[in-house]
């Protein structure tokens, strides 16, 4: 059977340090993407002693993500990571154990759940116009990323927790601050062949356990008043009104989660909602930017939905956001948040012809295919129309298999229904009733992977229309 199998090569590297002498461990992902040419869409890395199978073949990535639970596991050094900080949820879970969470949350995530939360998720938006109209009265360049960032923590702590949390109206010392502090952390140490902070914590490593600790209390805080809340209301066990009850009711009724796990899920879905969601619209904002006449169609689109209004207020328009849920999917195609999956193989698994070793470690990378000709038309251009049905003609080539945003299979993202309404909301919202320009110039806007793939700091002018 070995003899059919294809080998892998890849990038030469040093003998202790491998490759990493040759990449910036926050741009890992256009590394990977940059050796491809050389190395085929499956090659091997190495991150000092760890080697890497790097995949962008999105067929192989497809299977590999649909067969999970039983084939494919999240990488084993990621849930030592996340645990070793208390965070024990869903994203982390496996086998039986995963199948509670991800039932239990994906409830809390639905579509009943979310329209439940839509006035409260309306609320937020007010808030977050009246502060973009403060900029443009004050006429002041404005860095949006931070307010998107306030905005999804709002969002999915109302959702999650039953709770207004008005960080977008704060200064200073909000969870968003503490939040900002994990992801980088994170993957650092995920990505880090040695756990340097075991023997000796730096300056940035006090700084995140101070913030985990902060998030920790306010959630402490949160399950508490949730418990009280269930105790005054006992209709609450049969009808939870946010995630926090449904995962308290399931942790006491079927005896399924410990104190733990409840806090490690209620971490989960802040870490998982807020850097997401902010960094995908503020994406779509540095692109849309650069396309003025792009602009004037999602202002058309907001204003026949819209009508009167500042922002949609009626959860059944939604849907009528054609036009904007195509300038989204295709920021998300150019410039997709998780570019990186992180996996490795239960048992030995064979794909198309290439044998996974139980254990070896697998990072897959989806953006390579999605921008390539070979997948869609014209790849590296942002032309939001080869979304629109009428104008496929224009962009022959669009395979969906290879645009993996929100990823695939049975762990594919449940937060994407929510995701991709707070977006439209937000869109909408801005491009209804104001233009935008960038300050900073578009090739000082870099890419930085921190867990998430985020936009370095950039400035835009906001006017009215
Ligand atoms: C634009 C925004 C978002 C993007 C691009 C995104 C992307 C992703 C991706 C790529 C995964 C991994 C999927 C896989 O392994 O196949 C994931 C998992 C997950 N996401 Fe999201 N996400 C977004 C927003 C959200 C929101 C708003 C929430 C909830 C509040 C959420 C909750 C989760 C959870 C709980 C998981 C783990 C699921 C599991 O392992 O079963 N995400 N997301």
Redesign the pocket.
């Known amino acids: 059977m070995s003899s059919t199998l294809k080998k892998t090569s890849g990038p030469k590297g040093l003998p202790i340090l491998g490759n990493l002498h040759q990449i910036k461990i926050d741009q890992l992902h256009q590394y990977v993407e940059n050796w491809v040419e050389e190395h085929g869409e499956v090659y091997q890395i190495k991150l000092g002693p760890t080697k890497f199978t790097v995949i962008t073949n999105p067929e192989i990535i497809q299977k590999v ?1 649909k067969a999970r639970p039983d084939d494919f596991l999240r990488l084993q050094k990621m849930d030592k990571v996340l645990r070793a900080e208390g965070v024990h949820g ?2 982390n879970a496996e086998g039986e154990d ?1 199948k509670v969470h ?1 039932r239990i ?1 994906a409830k809390g ?1 639905d579509v009943k759940h979310q329209q439940q939360f839509f006035p409260s998720i309306i609320k937020t938006l007010e808030r977050f116009h009246l502060k973009i109209e403060g900029y443009c009265e004050r006429n002041e360049n404005y860095c949006i990323q931070n307010d998107l960032l306030r905005f999804t923590v709002d969002v ?1 702590s109302s ?2 927790f039953g709770e207004e949390m008005n960080t977008l109206e704060q200064e200073g010392g909000v969870i968003q601050e503490h939040m900002e502090k994990l992801f980088p952390m994170i993957f650092k140490r995920i990505n880090s062949p040695f756990q340097f902070h075991k023997i000796y914590k730096t300056k940035k490593d006090k700084e995140f356990d101070a913030a985990l600790l902060e998030v920790d209390k306010l959630i402490n805080q949160f399950i508490k008043i949730g418990r009280e809340r269930i105790d005054a209301n006992p209709n609450l066990k049969v009808e939870p009104e946010n995630l926090l009850e449904s995962i308290i009711v399931a942790a006491e009724e079927e005896n399924v989660f410990s104190d733990k796990e409840i806090k490690g899920n209620l971490l ?2 802040l870490m ?2 807020e850097d ?2 902010a960094h ?1 619209v503020a994406w779509a904002i540095y692109l849309l930017a650069q396309y003025p006449e792009i602009q004037e169609l999602l202002h058309k689109e907001a204003t026949s939905v819209i009508e009167n209004s500042n922002f949609l207020t009626e959860y059944s328009k939604i849907t009528e956001l054609a036009y904007t849920e195509a300038v989204i999917n295709e920021s ?1 195609r150019l410039k ?3 570019p990186l ?1 992180l996996m490795e193989p239960a048992k030995d698994v064979t794909i198309n012809n290439y044998l996974f070793k139980k254990g070896e470690k697998l990072m897959m990378n989806s953006r390579y295919a999605a921008v390539h000709n070979d997948h869609f038309t014209d790849g590296n251009t942002f032309k939001p129309e080869r979304w629109m049905r009428k104008m496929e003609h224009k962009c022959p080539m669009h395979n969906l298999d290879a645009y993996l ?5 049975p ?6 229904n ?2 991709m309404l707070e ?1 439209k909301l937000i869109l909408s919202m801005i491009f209804k009733n104001y233009k935008i320009e960038l300050i900073t110039k578009p090739s000082e806007v870099t890419e930085i992977m921190a867990f998430t793939m985020m936009a370095s700091n950039f400035e835009i002018k906001i006017s009215k229309r």
């Open positions: 993500l869903v994203f995963w991800r949350i995530l999915t959702l999650v989960t879905l998982a909602g997401t969601t995908s998300m997709p948040v998780a999956l945003p929100f990823g695939s299979g762990r594919f993202c449940p937060g994407k929510l995701a977006m």
